[in-house]
């Protein structure tokens, strides 16, 4: 699946490859793989944005949608002006092999940050999380029991601002869930603004708190539209925080 990001690195110089982290299970070697995905300059200082996917290993349509993503601006460098973007595509390795939840250990890694975790999948995380500082995170995930698109906003007024267009963007190609109560919270027209402990986070004491959205797709929809949805997602969470650096000059 990342052989197109991987060709994509040997070709641009906009993007760079590695491996965020590695870590041995029994005589087994797995990493976390990270993408840096460097935008053309821009009036404001980059605003550097971490996205994720893979947290689930049965949730492929997430890494999927990333790894289209880059390849779509790699095409349009001009649509991430003024973003340094760093990508990591598969944040459970060990699931994603054995499309599972849970990874090797049979811990579900999004509820294990910044609670002393010992999973070396979280500890990888936690220190880019805390080496990079990122203006904004975006999450990809998918949920087989929602009836659509839907997304966490952890309660902000800009979070709220991000994600009620990037579900209008994903329902263009997936109904949205207008449950009044999803995966146990409440929710109002798709956004929740509650979450669960122990997902992936900003460092607690990161001040100022980035933005911080949460996509989910419905995981028994067709594969390709799930991966439309997202990275129509992707596309309107871009283009909206620009608009809000934009006018946020004239404050």
């Known amino acids: 699946m990342l052989d197109p990001l991987l060709e994509l690195a040997e070709q641009s110089h906009d993007v760079i490859g590695s491996m965020a982290g590695t ?3 029994g005589s087994a070697r797995y990493g976390i793989p990270r993408f840096v995905f460097v935008g053309p ?5 980059p605003i550097r944005l971490g996205l994720f996917a893979g947290i689930h290993g049965d949730e492929p349509a997430g890494c999927e949608a990333l790894v289209r993503f880059l390849c779509d601006l790699a095409e349009s460098p001009e649509d991430v002006a003024g973003y340094d973007l760093i990508v990591y595509p598969i944040c459970n390795p060990t699931g ?3 499309n599972t939840r849970h990874n090797f250990s049979g811990r579900d890694l999004n509820r294990e940050f910044w609670r002393g975790s010992l999973q070396p999948e979280v500890r990888i995380l936690e220190r880019e999380l805390r080496a990079h500082r990122f203006d904004g995170l975006i999450t990809l995930h998918a949920d087989d029991t929602c009836d659509g698109v839907y997304g966490y906003t952890h309660g902000r007024v800009l979070n709220e601002a991000l994600l009620r267009p990037a579900l209008d963007a994903g329902a263009r190609h997936l109904p949205r869930d207008t449950r009044p109560h ?3 919270f409440t929710a109002a027209e798709g956004m929740i603004c509650e979450c669960f ?3 992936l986070a900003a460092p607690p004491e990161q001040a100022p708190r980035p933005f911080d959205v949460i996509f989910e797709t419905p995981a028994l929809a067709p594969l390709p539209l799930q991966v439309e949805a997202s990275v129509a997602a ?5 283009a909206q925080y620009r608009q809000f650096i934009a006018y946020g000059q004239y404050l």
């Not at 300059?41 to 200082?45: D, L, M, N, Q, S």
């Not at 992707?234 to 871009?238: A, G, Q, R, T, V």
């Open 96 to 98: 994603y092999e054995d």
């Open 41 to 45: 300059p821009a009036a404001h200082e």
């Open 234 to 238: 992707l596309h309107s969470i871009l």
């Open 23 to 25: 870590f041995r299970v």
């Open 182 to 184: 999803i995966d146990g």
């Open 197 to 199: 402990q122990g997902v």
